[in-house]
């Protein structure tokens, strides 16, 4: 099972709801990602989590806060977001990188509007 | 600093022809080496990887790319154009330290 899922699938927030969106895997990764994509454009790394502590932060903006409760589970809270985060969010995750690099798996992502 | 270039944004083919889109790495080290598809409104699907086992790797839906370390590329290409191939096409790499970078992407396109 190479499988990382993602909810909801689709999710439209006005700036001043609060919102989560949720990732999950069961292949015994210990690293999980999360990016963000706009439109004709690659993914663009967000935050990092390796052995359930967040390891990477690319200069998110606080209205976004990942969470990773478990070894399984990733949560991104979402908090006053501005029409420009409108986007689709995917989250992959991967084994603990060893000399060579990693495999990551990505979910199928959550397409979000901010109205 | 950028670690793969995919050269042509927008490629163009024919039903039936070749498909063939670039991709070079920059390393002293043969990476781990990656195709990824996205088809419209959905997320990322891994086509084939590179990890050194083989040097020309398959993929799926007819896909497969040929590491080669003299020209430090990594195309994919495919025998025959289908409809159902248009769609984003991703280049990327992964290094130590849970490293992943992807490329600018590629456009197919497919004409009738």
């Known amino acids: 099972d190479t499988e990382v899922t993602q909810t909801p699938k689709h999710l439209v927030m006005g700036m001043t709801n609060k919102k989560s969106l949720k990732c999950e895997q069961h292949m015994g990764h210990r690293a999980m990602y999360w990016y963000k994509q706009k439109a004709k454009k690659p993914p663009e790394l967000m935050f990092v989590?390796?052995?359930?502590?967040?390891?990477i932060n690319e200069s998110v903006p606080s209205r976004f806060s990942p969470e990773c409760p478990n070894s399984s589970l990733l949560n991104l809270h979402l908090h006053a977001l501005q029409p420009e985060d409108s986007a689709l969010y995917l989250c992959?995750?991967?084994?603990?990188?060893?000399?060579?690099?990693?495999?990551?798996?990505f979910g199928a992502g959550t397409r979000l509007s901010v109205l | 600093a950028q670690s793969v270039t995919q050269l042509g944004s927008h490629v163009s083919v024919s039903e039936g022809a070749l498909v063939l889109l670039r991709c070079n790495y920059s390393?002293?080290?043969?990476?781990?080496l990656f195709w990824y598809v996205q088809y419209p409104n959905q997320g990322l699907q891994l086509l084939l990887k590179y990890t050194s086992a083989a040097t020309l790797v398959k993929g799926i839906n007819g896909f497969e790319a040929e590491f080669k370390k003299s020209e430090t590329s990594f195309h994919l290409t495919k025998p025959s154009a289908h409809m159902s191939d248009a769609a984003e096409y991703f280049c990327?790499?992964?290094?130590?330290?849970?490293?992943?970078?992807f490329g600018t992407g590629t456009s197919l396109t497919v004409i009738p």
């Open positions: 989590y390796s052995y359930e502590k967040l390891s």
């Open positions: 992959a995750s991967s084994q603990i990188s060893g000399t060579r690099g990693i495999i990551q798996y």
């Open positions: 390393s002293s080290v043969p990476p781990y």
């Open positions: 990327a790499v992964s290094r130590p330290g849970n490293q992943f970078y």
